[in-house]
T-cell receptor
């Protein structure tokens, strides 16, 4: 079975600083990987996804993530944090065509942006 | 193109009552998923449905919970005899095509259930 671990349940960054959110996965087959963002009391919005094409994936709002098979990682970065980036971020994995789109989520990382 | 629509957004139930949560997938989507988010936790998969079929219910509690996605109308997640531990946000998601892994799934705004 696949699993996702997000290191750090809370991250605090200064406005303009680098945002780095860590995600490691375990899967016995090539995974599909996703990052979602959740604003308070709202649903999840897809930031980006990896589906075995380019290992560096660019998403919305200036975010990008790099798939590293050797490290089983899919860390999310943004060069310069904005106040509007304050939210909770979830990494997720799905595997195998038969699994449909059943996603396994990490525990989430809450980002606080300081002015 | 309207997104995934969930209602009600907020629901308060007394212990022992029934809760019904509705989800209309995005237009053209025939695959529906329900996830539950307990306070301070990530989302946990509950059930995956196609029209008139439950494909995977491995995440559903064995008792009191049921889901359906009829030929006509929204998908419904039903919780009978609710208890305080059922208080959570319930998210519906939908996807197009054949529901293959890697297809983007789109989430609704969620239904927040509070059991008092």
């Amino acid at each position: 079975a696949q699993s996702v671990t997000q290191l750090g349940s809370h991250v605090s960054v200064s406005e303009g600083a680098l945002v780095l959110l860590r995600c490691n996965y375990s899967s016995s087959v090539p995974p599909y990987l996703f990052w979602y963002v959740q604003y308070p009391n709202q649903g999840l919005q897809l930031l980006l996804k990896y589906t075995s094409a380019a290992t560096l994936v660019k998403g919305i709002n200036g975010f990008e993530a790099e798939f590293k098979k050797s490290e089983t990682s899919f860390h999310l970065t943004k060069p310069s944090a904005h106040m509007s980036d304050a939210a909770e971020y979830f990494c997720a994995v799905s595997v195998g065509k038969a699994a449909g789109n059943k996603l396994t989520f990490g525990g989430g990382t809450r980002v606080l942006v300081k002015p | 193109n309207a997104g995934v629509m969930q209602n009600p957004r907020h629901l308060v139930r007394r212990r022992g009552q029934e809760a019904r949560l509705r989800c209309s997938p995005m237009k053209g989507h025939s695959h529906v998923y329900w996830y539950r988010q307990l306070p301070e936790e990530g989302l946990k998969f509950m059930v995956y449905l196609q029209k008139e079929n439950i494909i995977d219910e491995s995440g559903m509690p064995k008792e009191r919970f049921s889901a359906e996605f009829p030929k006509e109308g929204p998908s419904i997640l039903r919780i009978q005899q609710v208890v305080r531990g059922d208080s959570a946000a319930y998210f519906c998601a939908s996807s197009p095509g054949q529901g293959l892994s890697g297809n983007t799934i789109y989430f609704g705004e969620g239904s927040w259930l509070t059991v008092v």
